[in-house]
């Protein structure tokens, strides 16, 4: 569907990523800080059977042209549920069933089942971004209304895009994620000193259970990885959802094995080994990286290792993060270990705005307490993290 705008613009809504070619979108994808608006990771996801209409995600891609030229762009998902967001919204949507307004569809901005921050619209360097922006978002305030689609939602956004939204009508909703941040650590032992002495023996204890359940652990990233470890890691992911997170089996295998060749450079491995053993793995966690960033994604075993969950999914990650120069280790979704272990919580942000008017109102009439209930829980995790006395930098955007 091609509107005309003004007259030096169009504006398409696109039904899959395929039908923009992978150079046009990642000249505007490429140069940001975040993996996950690119354009192999998002076709994958639509290739793959995981991010489609029949699972709830109905790929609706907004794109600006200038005559053939791609020169903005934002992934979009129309939504019949909440699942896979992991900003959870539930209370709005009984707010709304109470109202009898019609909740679903919505309208949402995010790489599917993706709670990493970087979230924007896509915008070639050289173009006008806040004239771009003021067009995009008549556009889907246009398409909004036209398909009765209840609200328009952006999730994880990226915090300097976010005070450009405010200023075109969005509402900020403010959640924590749990990030640790490169203290200019010169090794392993360096981090460990920003605990206090008995989580420092906590740690050590950990770690040396793994060594003690006789793995070794090793580091696989890009061309470093076999091409038979792609359908090893969907084994993984699937046997932890089965285990603990029921009905969140967003990934299908297929998407896993093809992330190789076509995204293996972004790809980092821990994988878990039994000593003499060079075949396959005993467990392992999936990360990304791109630039100074490393992301956490999941993780599974099919043997249970004391402590091998904390050595995959935290120490490894963070040792191959001080040694490469990674300055921010977002290691994914949950808090509850993360915490302990040097992950504070950090403020993230969505954005919304209702087109019905009574829950705009409401939206905008009580947001600013619930951030401010939502900061105080931040800042109470914080207070009690297991850090010695020495000043800790918790900003790390």
């Not at 398409?12 to 992978?22: D, T």
């Not at 998002?42 to 790929?59: F, H």
């Not at 010169?186 to 040396?208: P, T, V, W």
């Not at 099919?302 to 990674?326: D, M, S, V």
Request: aromatic share 16%.
């Amino acid at each position: 569907m091609v509107e005309q705008i003004k007259p030096k613009y169009s504006v398409a809504w696109l039904s899959n990523l395929a039908e923009i070619p992978q150079a046009e979108w990642d000249a505007l994808a490429l140069p940001l800080n975040t993996p996950f608006l690119e354009w192999a990771w998002i076709n994958n996801l639509e290739t793959s059977g995981s991010a489609i209409a029949r699972t709830g995600w109905q790929s609706c891609h907004l794109t600006v042209w200038r005559e053939r030229n791609l020169i903005a762009a934002a992934p979009f998902y129309i939504k019949s549920h909440s699942y896979g967001e992991f900003v959870f919204d539930h209370q709005w949507a009984d707010l709304s069933y109470r109202l009898g307004v019609e909740y679903y569809p919505k309208l949402v901005g995010m790489t599917p089942f993706t709670p990493a921050t970087g979230y924007r619209f896509l915008i070639a360097p050289e173009e006008n971004e806040e004239e771009l922006t003021e067009l995009m978002v008549a556009a889907i305030d246009h398409f909004c209304d036209r398909n009765r689609i209840s609200s328009c939602n952006f999730l994880f956004v990226d915090p300097d895009w976010r005070a450009l939204m405010e200023n075109f009508g969005f509402s900020s909703w403010l959640h924590h994620s749990y990030i640790w941040g490169n203290q200019n650590f010169n090794s392993f032992d360096d981090y460990l000193q920003m605990f206090n002495a008995n989580q420092r023996r906590n740690i050590k204890r950990e770690r040396k259970a793994v060594v003690n359940a006789g793995l070794e652990m090793r580091v696989l990233a890009g061309e470093e990885i076999p091409h038979y470890l792609y359908p090893l890691i969907y084994r993984f992911y699937s046997n932890t959802c089965d285990k603990f997170y029921w009905g969140s089996k967003y990934l299908t295998r297929k998407f896993f094995e093809q992330l190789y060749p076509n995204y293996s450079d972004r790809i980092v491995l821990v994988a878990a080994y039994q000593e003499g053993g060079d075949k396959k793995p005993v467990g392992m966690s999936f990360c990304l990286t791109k630039g100074n960033n490393l992301y956490g994604r999941y993780w599974g075993c099919f043997e249970e290792y004391n402590c091998l969950h904390f050595e995959a999914c935290y120490y490894k990650p963070i040792e191959w993060a001080i040694n490469n120069g990674i300055t921010m280790f977002d290691p994914g979704a949950g808090g509850s270990h993360k915490k302990r272990r040097g992950f504070p919580a950090t403020p993230n942000y969505s954005l919304h705005r209702f087109y019905n008017r009574r829950m705009n109102q409401i939206l905008r009439n009580y947001i600013d307490e619930i951030n401010q209930m939502e900061q105080e829980e931040i800042d109470a995790i914080n207070h009690e993290l297991p850090f010695s006395k020495r000043e800790i930098n918790f900003d790390f955007e």
